[in-house]
């Protein structure tokens, strides 16, 4: 086994290999790369063009990604940009800022969105106005209902603590809603940009849900071939692997939801905790994970996820099964494969207090045989 194969640990090099290729793309830009706490806004995705600046136009997307849909690309591209200024200051953060407990806020989830914003803002040019968009996002606040058309929900940073503390798994999150009368009607795109992996997961209503890798230059990476995605055909919870989002400590006074929490980590195949919710959900579409389900989160967080995995064929609902956008982006929510929406809930609905306190075995399913 070479050196190269043993020194330093797996997350190392992905780090180091996202940061080359952020320093590849953002080396011809005005984008600041030599401190963390200086940051630009300047273009960070496309090609050199001969006075060293670099530009995507949106155009030139059409045919790279699976499905062709103008909000798409332009999400997309929005996506790319802060996943890549994400791949450069990863594991170089140090502070941050709290917005309220349990909640954190660095440089780059403010630099992230406006560049998401200034991106569509763009792209859209007059249309942003003539077609009547809003914007929603994270750090920027707005309204989920007004008089506009179409709305971009945006989170640029989802999993910020995983950011600030170097474990790999956070993501962009980008939606584009529809709206009728003045209230949130239907999700007609979304991206979930996966950012130290390059891994993005799209979906447009009623087009399906796909997967493909990026890298700087082309969007789609001329290696990567758009694969559809399908949720899980798992049956039974007792084959079931599960995600979970348990992120406030209001959330541990619901006893019902923990309790069922403590039967799944004994009796299905796993349960997972992974601090970020929009690549959680969007595991269920890729078929990684059977169900998520995630409480007192906000609608930048889930709303991406909503739509990939409805278009992967799987359901999801809040927790009082109720499939009404308004309702879901409250941030209560349960997505699953589908085969097993109605046995999860069965199970909440018998789990309790005494769930925390019975001893395990006294829990098992009638035709188990233990662990």
């Not at 103008?70 to 997309?76: C, D, E, G, K, W």
């Not at 660095?106 to 914003?117: F, G, H, K, Q, R």
């Not at 541990?252 to 195949?269: C, E, N, T």
């Amino acid at each position: 086994m070479s050196n190269d194969d043993t020194n330093g640990p797996p997350e190392k090099s992905v780090r180091d290999k996202a940061r080359r290729q952020f320093l590849k793309l953002a080396g011809a830009t005005g984008v600041a790369v030599g401190s963390a706490s200086t940051f630009g806004t300047t273009s960070v995705l496309g090609q050199v063009t001969e006075g060293g600046a670099m530009q995507v136009e949106i155009e030139d997307l059409e045919g790279q990604l699976p499905i062709d849909d103008r909000y798409l690309r332009i999400a997309t591209v929005a996506s790319a940009k802060a996943a890549q200024l994400q791949q450069n200051y990863f594991g170089r953060i140090g502070e941050a800022e709290e917005k309220d407990p349990q909640n954190l806020l660095t440089e780059v989830d403010t630099i992230a969105e406006e560049l998401i914003i200034e991106t569509i803002q763009e792209e859209l040019g007059d249309d942003f106005e003539d077609e009547e968009h809003a914007i929603f996002g994270e750090e920027t606040g707005g309204d989920l209902e007004g008089n506009f058309e179409y709305l971009w929900i945006v989170d640029p940073l989802d999993g910020t603590t995983n950011f600030v503390k170097g474990i790999p798994h956070f993501g962009v999150n980008i939606a584009v809603a529809t709206l009728d009368d003045g209230e949130l009607d239907e999700l007609h795109a979304a991206v979930t940009y996966y950012s130290l992996r390059d891994e993005v997961w799209v979906a447009v209503q009623d087009e399906g849900a796909y997967k493909f890798d990026s890298d700087g230059y082309d969007l789609v990476a001329e290696d990567s071939e758009p694969t559809e995605m399908s949720v899980t055909e798992t049956e039974t919870i007792d084959n079931s692997f599960n995600g979970v989002g348990f992120y406030l400590k209001e959330t541990m006074d619901d006893f019902d939801y923990i309790g069922l929490w403590r039967y799944l980590v004994a009796y299905s195949q796993g349960t997972r905790l992974l601090g970020a919710a929009a690549p959680d959900i969007a595991f269920v579409a890729d078929g990684v994970f059977d169900t998520v389900s995630v409480k007192d989160l906000k609608a930048v967080d889930v709303a991406s996820g909503v739509l990939l995995v409805r278009e992967a064929g799987g359901e999801v609902t809040d927790f009082d099964e109720s499939e009404d956008l308004t309702d879901l982006l409250e941030g209560d929510l349960v997505a699953t494969n589908a085969e097993l929406q109605d046995d999860f809930f069965e199970l909440l609905d018998d789990s309790g207090k005494s769930w925390l306190t019975d001893p395990i075995d006294e829990l098992a399913p009638e035709d188990s045989t233990g662990q």
